[in-house]
């Protein structure tokens, strides 16, 4: 029998509250599980306490060979009771090609505008500094 540690929804419509359930991978979502392990209460801010986990049980189950799913995961691994790889996606935070492309053309704009300034300021100083020498 493969076990799963995962999310069972609890709450009423737009008042999401999960149970944090030991259950078969066969089983529906939130139908039978074996035991159940903490909750989440995805409604309070993150300064409240909305994860609470039973950690000798969740020991328990992971020794007997439960997998935690990928939410769960990252409870575990906030608790100190399981190793999270991090995901390596290098390039997932990096603008898309539109917008490096717009992101190209402002910089070469802004490169342009600065020359022209440049050249404006010099010349300025070159006329003040025609009329002192005649």
Known sequence: ??????LARAGSKKRPYYHIVVADVRAPRDGRFIE????WNATLTKE????SLNAERIQYWIG???QPTDRVLRFLA??????????????KG???KKAQERLAMAKQAEEEAAAKAAEAAEAAA????APAAE
Not at 1 to 6: A, H, N, Q
Not at 78 to 86: F, P, T
């Open 78 to 91: 906030q608790a100190g009771l399981a190793k999270r790889d991090v995901p390596s996606n290098p390039t």
């Open 48 to 51: 409240e306490d909305r994860v």
């Open 1 to 6: 029998m493969s076990l799963k540690i995962r």
């Open 36 to 39: 159940k392990l903490g909750s």
């Open 64 to 66: 007997h060979g439960a």
């Open 126 to 129: 070159a006329a003040a500094a």
């Open 94 to 96: 990096l603008p898309g």
